[in-house]
């Protein structure tokens, strides 16, 4: 439950790790071993959201019936918005 949206925040999921760590009685000073890695980690979470929000949106708009297929296509091959 404290991880939900998690990776919004930049460097967020330290914070989110220190109660985990605290609760389970494990040392604190564990979490400067993941500090190390945690800016490539926050990288690809970051990754991950963006293009899961992006399938998600192309998922509901064809579920919807909206989908472009034109449109997509022409921004596909040429790159072009305004069709």
């Not at 460097?11 to 604190?28: I, K």
């Not at 945690?38 to 998600?56: H, P, S």
């Amino acid at each position: 439950m404290t991880s939900k949206g998690i990776s919004g925040v930049a460097g967020g999921a330290l914070v989110v790790l220190l109660s985990p760590l605290a609760s389970a009685g494990l040392p604190l000073e564990g979490l400067a071993f993941i500090a190390g890695i945690d800016f490539l980690l926050n990288m690809g979470r970051a990754a991950l959201n963006v293009f899961g929000n992006a399938l998600a949106t192309v998922v509901i708009t064809k579920w919807e019936g909206q989908f472009d297929d034109e449109k997509n296509k022409a921004y596909v091959l040429h790159g072009d918005t305004a069709v």
